[in-house]
């Protein structure tokens, strides 16, 4: 079982930026898809962003220009840069590998991320 650490979170004023990070545990993290998600209060766990093995990402329509999702594969780490943040953007976050699309190991305890003036 891999152990997954996210960091990075905080409070910060709408337009603000913070960078997310994600280490993972195990072997073979280059070989792997990654992604980032979010789960605000009451609402579901979506994905907001994923890079492949390639480097190649996608992200979705509400985070897109403003989120940058990144790795390193000798740190073993992925990473969010958030920018231009807005009250919506409030959640906890989250990584993952993805295998199939769809998240593969055990969650962790992810990292809050409160956008308000």
């Known amino acids: 079982q891999v152990q997954l650490v996210e960091s990075g979170g905080g409070l910060v004023q709408p337009g603000g930026s913070l960078r997310l990070s994600c280490a993972a545990s195990?072997?073979?993290?280059?070989?792997?898809?990654w992604g980032w998600y979010r789960q605000a209060p009451g609402n579901q766990r979506d994905l907001v962003a994923r890079?492949?093995?390639?480097?190649?990402?996608n992200y979705a329509d509400s985070v897109t220009g403003r989120f940058t999702i990144s790795r390193d594969n000798a740190k073993n780490t992925v990473y969010l840069q958030m920018n231009d943040l807005k009250p919506e953007d409030t959640a906890v976050y989250y990584c993952?590998?993805?295998?199939?699309?769809?998240?593969?190991?055990?969650w962790g305890k992810g990292t809050l991320v409160t956008v308000s003036s």
């Open positions: 993952n590998r993805l295998s199939a699309g769809r998240p593969f190991w055990d």
């Open positions: 195990g072997r073979f993290f280059s070989l792997h898809n």
């Open positions: 890079i492949r093995n390639d480097d190649g990402t």
